[in-house]
């Protein structure tokens, strides 16, 4: 294995700070130094012999890999394919990749080192807004507006692929990213399929997908269309947009809630009745008529976009582009609703004064933008800038490049909060996914191996003078929970503790670094009350689902043990 002094460039961008994990993926904050252009480079993780890794990049060269390795290398390389032909503004970019040979980078200063693994690297388009369902409130969902909005983008990137003779076949929350403008990007291209090739179409074959959003003609054994399982899946996810729910745990009799969507009782029962009946409402046309059983009647995506709720007028909306209208009013109801529902704490006095200052008038935008600039935030990513000034946790150096909900901040000893965090979590009594797993476990992290999401395990907690000579960012501890949501489907999880500083407010302070990039925050760490971060990563799992857990384990959190959020 190769010792380097720096990472390779990918595309001329370099990996910072850790974003996410997935089931199979890591994804990273990446710079590219010549251009001070912000891009994620994914990382999918595969066991190459030394040297077949370059070979494999181009399509071959897999002979020297284990069977299995060689097929999945083989998918992800055509997955790369596929989705770095496409260019639509609803699609999340893909610019390049390539299979690398496990380095190991050490610092020229003899500081930690960071081990990279072989596998696929890619560039994308970096989706600074997070998960558009880490913004949705479980069980309320969002307003008439904005469902119609996402609604519209989804149906744009979803037309644009069945227009180049492509299937998603995997359209569901966790797939929906938001820039940083709140617009919408569909991503993940893994069970992706191109159908139609120089005008002539396929059948499809292959069963994949989530049961909660999964078409009802893939349990039936016959080829299926491509379109309308798209269209299908598309329906179930404007469900989950209007009720913060998805409607049944799979498309089968032996759900009782689509069995009485079969039978027609469905009607009398919640949330349906909200939605009301296709006579009376818009939006039930239109939904009821995407979730038709049959797929042959199932409407097309050109159907959808001649609909009325699908064309009507949206102040969140232009239009003319199809882009997010106002990003500063889209972001004040996702949020309000959050903090309304007890999942978000109350909005700092800065966000509330940036959300007037949004309605100001063209003469004053000048006068808005430097004080955003004044906050260290980028006033050409409004939507994103503004959901960092949500709160002082927000705006902490160790969680500026988080955009996403599920966290708080503690000012507890180490030893406490995992005492009270593990107790809420056996009060929960979780199911393990399987017989062979425990449904959550506690993993200390040995400090050597630094503030890295992949940081070694230890057997032993970390000494209070550990803690307190670690720099900011250290990854102390995680709780890995693998159980299952209420729809059966896998919910696996982390809770990552980290050593962390809650600045001040922000109103009183000018400054705060340079597009948030920086995490040292020694000046924060000055002024500001060290504690620990506490936040919640997805590693696959529904979107609500893991909100509902998260805010399950808050409420049971002693009084006092939440400082921010």
């Keep these: 294995m190769a010792v380097i002094s720096s990472f390779p460039p990918l ?7 850790h974003l996410a994990s997935g089931g199979q993926s890591a994804v990273y904050r990446a710079l590219n130094p010549s251009t001070d252009q912000l891009a994620a480079i994914k990382v999918v993780p595969l066991r190459v012999p030394p040297g077949a890794a370059a070979a494999a990049g181009g399509g071959g060269g897999t002979a020297a890999m284990d069977p299995a390795t060689a097929a999945k290398a083989k998918q992800l390389v055509r997955e790369m394919r596929i989705h770095e032909t496409l260019q639509h503004r609803n699609i999340l970019r893909l610019f390049g990749g390539e299979t690398r ?5 050490r610092a020229a200063s003899g500081g930690a080192e960071t081990t990279w693994p072989s596998g696929l690297y890619m560039v994308l388009d970096l989706a600074d807004g997070g998960d558009l369902f880490d913004k949705i409130t479980p069980d309320v969902g969002v307003d008439s507006d904005i469902a119609h909005l996402y609604f519209r983008q989804l149906i744009s990137g979803l037309k644009y692929l069945n227009q180049h003779g492509i299937c998603h076949r995997d359209v569901k929350p966790e797939n929906c990213l938001l820039d940083g403008h709140g617009n919408l990007k569909v991503s993940d291209f893994g069970l992706a399929t191109v159908f139609k090739y120089k005008g002539q179409e396929r059948l499809l074959k292959d069963r994949c997908g989530s049961p909660p959003y999964a078409a009802p003609e893939l349990a039936r054994p016959q080829p299926y269309a491509a379109e309308p399982i ?16 998805t409607p049944w745990d799979e498309p089968t009799p032996n759900s009782p809630e689509f069995a009485a969507f079969l039978d027609g009782s469905y009607a009398a029962q919640e949330p349906w009745r909200r939605l009301g009946s296709a006579r009376e409402s818009g939006v039930a046309q239109l939904l009821l008529a995407m979730l038709t059983v049959d797929p042959e009647r199932r409407p097309r995506l050109k159907d959808i976009e001649r609909m009325d709720w699908y064309c009507q007028s949206n102040p969140l909306l232009d239009l003319s582009t199809g882009l997010v209208a106002d990003p500063h009013e889209l972001l004040r109801r996702l949020l309000a609703t959050l903090h309304a529902h007890e999942y978000l704490g109350p909005p700092a006095e800065d966000f509330e004064e940036l959300m007037s200052a949004s309605q100001a008038t063209s003469q004053q935008l000048p006068a808005l933008s430097q004080k955003m600039s004044q906050r260290g935030l980028d006033p050409n990513q409004s939507f994103r800038s503004s959901l960092q000034l949500y709160s002082r946790l927000s705006m902490a150096p160790t969680q500026r490049t988080n955009p996403n909900l599920t966290r708080f901040f503690t000012s507890q000893p180490l030893p406490v909060l995992l005492s009270v965090l593990t107790r809420a979590l056996s009060s929960l009594s979780l199911a393990p996914s399987s017989p062979s797993t425990q449904p959550f476990e506690l993993l200390y992290s040995s400090l050597a191996s630094g503030s890295s999401a992949s940081a ?3 057997s032993t907690a970390p000494t209070v003078e550990q803690v307190s000579s670690a720099p900011l960012g250290t990854l102390l501890a995680r709780v890995r929970i693998r159980t299952r949501d209420k729809r059966n489907q896998k919910l696996w999880l982390a809770i990552l503790v980290s050593k962390s500083v809650l600045p001040p407010d922000p109103s009183q302070s000018q400054g705060g670094g340079a597009g948030g990039m920086d995490v040292d925050g020694e000046e924060e760490q000055e002024r500001g009350q060290e504690g620990l971060d506490v936040v919640c990563w997805k590693r696959e799992a529904d979107p609500l689902e893991m909100k509902r857990l998260w805010r399950s384990v808050a409420e049971r959190l002693p009084e006092g043990v939440v400082v921010a959020m």
């Design 456 to 458: 070694k395990e230890s």
């Design 11 to 17: 595309l001329g961008y370099v990996p910072r700070e």
């Design 101 to 105: 040979d496990e380095c190991t980078v």
């Design 230 to 245: 798209d269209v299908w899946s598309a329906g179930v996810l404007l469900f989950a947009l209007l009720f913060g729910n």
